[in-house]
């Protein structure tokens, strides 16, 4: 499986998690960490966690994770 990502500027620190979190992605969808899950009201798209104050939104594809956005995760 490939990772699908666009090029948009983050943090150092936030890029730092944003990978980290990827490869645990590509590693395993069901990894702890992740809480991956699927989106509520939207079909095909699912939502994984940075961390504690961000969440990506991402769909899967035959052989790719299709990135849609980072965000930040409202409380």
Request: a positive charge; zero cysteines; proline letters at 4%.
């Amino acid at each position: 499986m490939k990772l699908v990502v666009s090029k948009r500027a983050l943090s150092p620190n936030l890029q730092k998690r944003v990978d980290k979190q990827f490869s645990l992605l590509l590693a395993d969808r069901r990894y702890p960490s992740l809480r991956a899950k699927k989106y509520e009201g939207m079909q095909a798209v699912w939502q994984g966690r940075i961390d504690r104050d961000y969440r990506f939104y991402f769909h899967i594809e035959v052989d790719a994770y299709v990135i849609l956005t980072i965000v930040k995760h409202p409380k």
